[in-house]
T-cell receptor, first 113, second 114 residues
Framework: NAGVTQTPKFRVLKTGQSMTLLCAQD?????MYWYRQDPGMGLRLIHY???????AKGEVPDGYNVSRLKKQNFLLGLESAAPSQTSVYFC????????????FGDGTRLSIL | GQQLNQSPQSMFIQEGEDVSMNCTSS?????WLWYKQDPGEGPVLLIA?????ELTSNGRLTAQFGITRKDSFLNISASIPSDVGIYFC??????????????FGQGTILTVHP
């Protein structure tokens, strides 16, 4: 009964370091999304994918890259971390875009020093 | 881009009181969703609304999809301590070009005093 699993749960980076956040879903969902959550701003879409091998930019894509090599996995990369990227990152997935609700992971809390 | 205004930003209530929160948008949405987020966890879906004017209940929760398709409200009746958390509204556009993308409100932080 895993649903959407995010790893790691916590991470502290120094400015300029790189890292990859992993999202895995076991519901055979086509659509996957990466959001960041900052105080008072709700969740903002970074990138999304409508299927294996496809990715697209969301509302706040700058400084991030993504890959969807396998249907069940959606990776979010930070090539050169900046303090402004300190946030809580959430991955979500949904079966389709026809009004299907998105299911969220428990988040990755990332701090950039 | 599309924006959702959610209010109030926070609420402090006594156990047993009813709660009401709402979201308004400058754009039309085809689907309205209400999520709850507990500390350290991701948002969990509470109610989904698919038709203008639709009124849907889930236990003590009731939500409505505004007739103009630009607003929605969520009511919680007889609040209990476990209702504490952050409540988010989210609007979803039509399929095709929107790819199911959600636009989130800023959230309502609910505190319930026993």
């Amino acid at each position: 009964n895993a649903g959407v699993t995010q790893t790691p749960k916590f991470r502290v980076l120094k400015t300029g370091q790189s890292m990859t956040l992993l999202c895995a879903q076991d519901m055979n969902h086509e659509y996957m999304y990466w959001y960041r959550q900052d105080p008072g701003m709700g969740l903002r879409l970074i990138h999304y994918s409508v299927g294996e091998g496809t990715t697209a930019k969301g509302e706040v894509p700058d400084g991030y890259n993504v890959s969807r090599l396998k249907k069940q996995n959606f990776l979010l990369g930070l090539e050169s971390a900046a303090p402004s990227q300190t946030s809580v990152y959430f991955c979500a997935s949904s079966y389709s875009d026809r009004g299907e609700p998105q299911h969220f992971g428990d988040g990755t809390r990332l701090s950039i020093l | 881009g599309q924006q959702l205004n959610q209010s109030p930003q926070s609420m402090f209530i006594q156990e047993g009181e009813d709660v009401s929160m709402n979201c308004t948008s400058s754009s039309i949405f085809n689907t309205w969703l209400w999520y709850k987020q507990d500390p350290g966890e991701g948002p969990v879906l509470l109610i989904a609304l698919y038709k203008a004017g639709e009124l849907t209940s889930n236990g003590r929760l009731t939500a409505q999809f505004g007739i103009t398709r630009k607003d929605s409200f969520l009511n919680i009746s007889a609040s209990i301590p476990s209702d504490v958390g952050i409540y988010f509204c989210a609007g979803q556009g039509a399929g095709g070009t929107s790819y199911g993308k959600l636009t989130f409100g800023q959230g309502t932080i609910l505190t319930v005093h026993p």
